[in-house]
């Protein structure tokens, strides 16, 4: 019975000292524990209506703010006055900076919709030239 108890303890310990030291200490562990947390993220945005409206929510936020800027850019662009021609540059310049955070943003979370993107959700915007 002893032999059994001593046998049981020192398999205890062995996995309550050893797995997180794999887990936390070696390459494979840790890609292990990545990769475990990353399908369980991936099933939760999957399956959590809150991600999808707040993923919905900024892209049409930030589609908004790049249609104004680009809006503004094309009302100022071929402006008679240096400032309004000003006003313009800094519009184009906040388009395509909102553009590119867009297109990284929809990249990164385009799988929540399951290839069922809402029609005023675009998938890229155009950097404006």
Known sequence: MRVFICIFVVVVLILVI?????????????AMWNNWFH???????NT?????????NTCRSMIA?????????????????????SWGSQAKM????T???YNNYILKNKYVWRNNVPADIYMTLPIVE
């Open 39 to 45: 399908a369980v993220q991936v099933a939760d945005d």
């Open 99 to 101: 553009a590119s955070t």
């Open 65 to 85: 703010s790049y249609e104004s800027d680009k809006l503004t850019y094309e009302q100022y662009k071929d402006s008679e006055s240096e400032e309004e021609r």
């Open 48 to 56: 959590n209506y809150e991600t999808l409206r707040e993923v919905e």
């Open 18 to 30: 050893g797995l997180p030291i794999y887990f936390n200490a070696t390459p494979q562990g840790k």
């Open 94 to 97: 906040r388009a395509n900076k």
